[in-house]
């Protein structure tokens, strides 16, 4: 594919892809590139530093979304978004002074994948939902 229609092709699917999709692209992203991340090169440490803030600022995102009066997503739901937000901020400091465990952010993260994935493969099927039940948050 020439570059020009690389660019069309990606142009278009920002402008057609759902929340859910953005969300799952931006997880995906995030995710891998933690993976890796090799701290023991030169500036690995910084790329993990500003890796782990792309991330916290999403789950940091995630929970401003579940906190709004106005999210119609259950209760439930909400309150698990925000817990696992709050644990990726603490693991986040943690990380970021020697003492973190990054894969249990993987880990979470990993879940939030299939979770989102689970729910694209499902809606390709049985077609999209609609309106503001398409985020995951």
Do not use: C
């Not at 909400?78 to 693991?91: M, P, S, Y």
Request: charged share 20%; net charge negative.
């Amino acid at each position: 594919m020439s570059a020009l229609a690389y660019k069309a092709y990606k142009n278009t699917m920002q402008h057609t892809a759902s929340p859910r999709d953005i969300e799952l692209q931006v997880f995906k992203r995030i995710t891998s590139t933690l993976r890796a991340i090799d701290t023991t090169r030169p500036g690995g440490f910084s790329d993990l530093a500003a890796t782990l803030q792309e991330n916290l600022t999403l789950w940091q995102t995630l929970m401003i979304d579940v906190i709004d009066p106005d999210n119609p997503h259950p209760q439930e739901l909400k309150a698990g978004i925000a817990n696992l937000a709050e644990f990726v901020r603490q693991q986040t400091h943690k990380i970021m002074a020697g003492e973190g465990d990054l894969e249990a952010l993987l880990d979470v993260n990993e879940i939030i994948i299939v979770g989102l994935q689970t729910r694209a493969d499902t809606n390709s099927v049985t077609g999209p939902e609609t309106g503001a039940e398409e985020n995951v948050a």
